[in-house]
């Protein structure tokens, strides 16, 4: 079974960064392009970024780019998301997942931005 678990989230103020890691198991995580998504409050799920399996190419929501970097380690099983210059509408649920549109994703783990 897939099982992907976040980690990294937290009480940031705007402008500050966060690393998000999310560990996968339970499948063959370099087969497969992986992706961010994320649930403000109040809201649906939003994709945010994915990464193809050997990390070549990248792609980032209108709303992210230039402000997020998606990476992987294949060798560890593990996917990042780093997180600058943070915006209080940034201030969400960030999970991993194997579809863009969050199936197979993990637990999540809370981002809040705010001063």
């Known amino acids: 079974d897939v099982q992907l678990v976040e980690s990294g989230g937290g009480l940031v103020q705007p402008g500050g960064s966060l690393r998000l890691s999310c560990a996968a198991s339970g499948f063959t995580f370099s087969a497969y392009t992986m992706n961010w998504v994320r649930q403000g409050p109040g809201k649906g799920l939003e994709w945010v970024s994915n990464i193809n399996p050997n990390g070549g190419t990248t792609a980032y929501a209108d709303s992210v780019k230039g402000r997020f970097t998606i990476s992987r380690a294949n060798a560890q099983n593990t996917l990042y998301l780093q997180m600058n210059s943070l915006k209080t509408e940034d201030t969400a649920i960030y999970y991993c997942?194997?579809?863009?549109?969050?199936?197979?994703r993990g637990q999540g783990t809370q981002v809040t931005v705010s001063s």
């Open positions: 997942a194997t579809y863009p549109n969050g199936q197979n």
